[in-house]
């Protein structure tokens, strides 16, 4: 059964500092794998997408990245700001006949001044 | 562009009701998707349509649920009749030439049902 499990549930930083969510993924075969952002009350909003071969993807302070070998991604926030509090889902594609999609249930960050 | 346009925003209805979700996707998107969000189960895919033709609809979850998309710029989800389980925030997104490149989603419509 495809999965994506992320860590942790919940996360409370301060303003300024470094912080790294987890994906675990049992999606197979593989396709792409997207960070969305998800403000209150808005709709996802795409970071990255990453595709077998990459590795490392960024979007300004975000940083994703991807091993494939071991079904991991991880999304690095770099010099927080009050405006990154939101949840953040992890979303894996499967390849094949058409597109299978499956969501992590998200890591919601809060971050304090 | 105005980006994936729902409507209306909040809906609030009473159980037995018929309920219509719209939406408009971006224009050009040849891929729409239907997405449902509550706390418990996070976001799931409903159904999808490429070129107005539904593709998947594996995630609808019992003939209460349809969807059309009668024309390119414009698709609808209905409930009928609703149920109070089926309250939950509606997404649609689109995207352009695959179901597999990033999809932009609408602001959602938060559906209560009495």
């Known amino acids: 059964k495809n999965q994506v499990e992320q860590s942790p549930q919940s996360l409370i930083i301060l303003e300024g500092k470094n912080c790294t969510l987890q994906c675990n993924y049992t999606v197979s075969p593989f396709s792409n794998l997207r960070w969305y952002k998800q403000d209150t009350g808005r709709g996802p909003v795409s970071l990255t997408i990453?595709?077998?071969?990459?590795n490392t993807k960024s979007n300004g302070r975000y940083t994703a990245t991807l091993d494939a070998d071991t079904k991991q991604s991880s999304l690095h926030i770099t010099a927080s700001q009050l405006s990154d509090s939101a949840s953040y889902i992890c979303?894996?594609?499967?390849?094949?006949?058409?597109?299978?999609?499956?969501f992590g249930t998200g890591t919601k960050l809060q971050v304090i001044p | 562009d105005a980006g994936v346009i729902q409507s209306p925003r909040h809906e609030v209805t009473e159980m037995g009701q018929e309920v219509t979700l719209r939406c408009k996707p971006i224009?050009?998107?040849?891929?729409l998707f239907w997405y449902r969000q509550t706390m418990m189960r996070g976001l799931e895919l409903l159904i999808y349509?490429?070129?107005?033709?539904?593709?998947?609809d594996s995630g609808m979850p019992e003939d209460r649920f349809s969807a059309k998309m009668p024309n390119a710029s414009f698709s609808t989800l209905k409930i009928q009749p609703s149920e109070p389980r089926d309250s939950a925030v509606y997404f649609c997104?689109?995207?352009?030439?695959?179901?597999?490149?990033?999809?932009?989603f609408g602001a959602g419509t938060r559906l209560s049902v009495l």
């Open positions: 997104a689109s995207s352009l030439g695959s179901a597999q490149n990033i999809q932009y």
């Open positions: 224009s050009g998107h040849d891929y």
């Open positions: 349509f490429n070129n107005n033709v539904p593709i998947d």
């Open positions: 979303v894996v594609a499967s390849s094949g006949g058409y597109q299978k999609v499956t």
């Open positions: 990453m595709t077998f071969s990459e």
